[in-house]
């Protein structure tokens, strides 16, 4: 039975119970802004559809979830016998990985989570259980740590009275809490540098105007909304001073997959001789790929454009191309905030330095 909002606080996603009967808890954002619904995630199909639809979106995010599914999979079996959580945790985490392609912070979550199982020697299933909640919680610990130490350093690059764009949602509903992006901004706020956000509605699937315009709303930030086709006006009127987006994946030389746009407004920034930045924490860096041109782009389906407001919008079977995601290539960042600091030039050896610090 899904939820209803009760007070003004949220909880993007987490963990409700104990290990052996508790569940996932999300916010539905597909039903963001006009309803603040959480549903309980008790079976891995469940966390595996919530991530597939964007119900839970956002790279950080859509890690934590995983982590919290991996444990229900691991369960799902029975736990008396320690063998059987294993095998039901290895197949939980191989289905949980073919949900979404492009967020890395996926597959780094799984791989956390099976390597918490192959580093827990042999004792027994529930306590092979709760060793998995654990790692599930860290996750979601260490992204609401990293989140914060994010948003200090990208502070430190704010001047008060600026104008930031932003595209689709790196906020409090794309990670643990806090955000990436908007961490940037809301940690500005608190040292009292206030700014002002124009929020790219962020096409098809309106990610920008249903998600980070009430997340900034209801945190005081003043939030201008715009088309995704207005930004180069809006910068050539000079009302833009920076840009700061999330990221899904990161390859090793810095090229930066991000929301499907994001290349489009890294263009138009140096073109205005606007800073790009972009925010994300070290869970997003994929060094094993030497550039974007390995990222997976994940192809979405032809109805979120051609019915995109809730009605169809487009002839019928008219061809489209939906790919979810876009690479802004290194040259077009300005800097990478991490919350080990912010990475800046950007090219492989300061990535490499800035992260193992
Ligand atoms: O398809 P989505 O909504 O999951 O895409 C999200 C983004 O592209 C975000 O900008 C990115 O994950 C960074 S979230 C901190």
Redesign the pocket.
Known sequence: MPRREESASYRTLGWVGDEQTGHLRLIDQTRLPTEFIEIDCRDVPTVWEAIKL?RV????A?GVAAGYGAVIGARSQGVKDEGTVRKALAEATAYLRTSRPT?VNLFWALDRMDAAAAATPPSNGPALLKRLLHEADAIAEEDRAMCRSIGKFGAELVQAGEGILTH???GGL??ADY???LAVIFSAQEQGKHVHVFADETRP?L?GARLTAWELQRRGVPVTLICDNMAAQVMKERKIQKVV????RIAANGDAA??IGTYGVALLAKAHGIPFYVA?PSSTFDLSIADGSAIPIEQRDPQEVTHGFGRQTAPAGVSVYNP??DVTPAELISGIITEKGVIRPVNAGTIREVLAG
């Open positions: 964007l979106r956002g790279a950080p859509i967020a689709c949602n790196a794309a990670t955000g990436t992006a699937l990610q987006v999330g990221a899904d991000n929301k994300a979810a995601f």
